[in-house]
């Protein structure tokens, strides 16, 4: 049984690794969720105190630089919130339109509407914005797996 109960807590933890490209999927739900099965499964005695404070801090630490990567990449380039909006909503829809490089043109086509259109922005300054989203996009992929491989380093060192 115990293969069975690590092969779900394995599979969470790579759901969570998969949602930092396909922000449909909660990263830090599927994380913590695997801490909190390895818990019922085996046993929540190694998890002190500490360790729920850390990874709480971390997962904090998650959403900041999610918000700020965008924000930085699309402010940046002179973008606004339209901007910021476009990006959000087209990395949330491109991946389901144009699988795999939807990731990618979702939040530069959303960011380069949501300027063009709210704020009647010139293409070559929309598009500048667009190129922002996916610079801030790539950024927090990058910082957001980094930390999530601390806490997943620090769960595997306290267990």
């Avoid at 901007?83 to 990618?104: A, K, M, Q, Y």
């Avoid at 996009?137 to 910082?143: A, E, G, L, P, R």
């Amino acid at each position: 049984m115990d293969i069975v109960y690590w092969s779900i807590i394995i599979i969470l933890m790579i759901l969570s690794f998969v949602g930092l490209v396909y922000p449909i999927l909660p990263s830090v739900v599927f994380l913590m969720g695997s801490f909190l099965l390895y818990g019922v499964f085996f046993s929540f005695e190694p998890f002190s105190w500490l360790f729920w404070t850390v990874q709480i801090l971390f997962v904090a630490l998650l959403f900041g630089a999610d918000y700020m990567a965008n924000l930085i990449g699309v402010k940046k380039f002179g973008g606004t919130k339209a901007g910021i909006w476009g990006s959000t909503i087209g990395l949330l829809i491109g991946p389901f339109v144009i699988p795999v490089i939807g990731i990618i043109i979702g939040p530069f086509l959303g960011a380069v509407i949501g300027e063009w259109v709210v704020h009647r922005s010139n293409l070559k300054t929309a598009v500048k914005v667009g190129i922002g989203s996916v610079i801030g996009f790539i950024s927090s992929v990058f910082t957001k797996g980094c930390i999530q491989m601390v806490m997943a380093i620090y769960f595997f060192w306290v267990i």
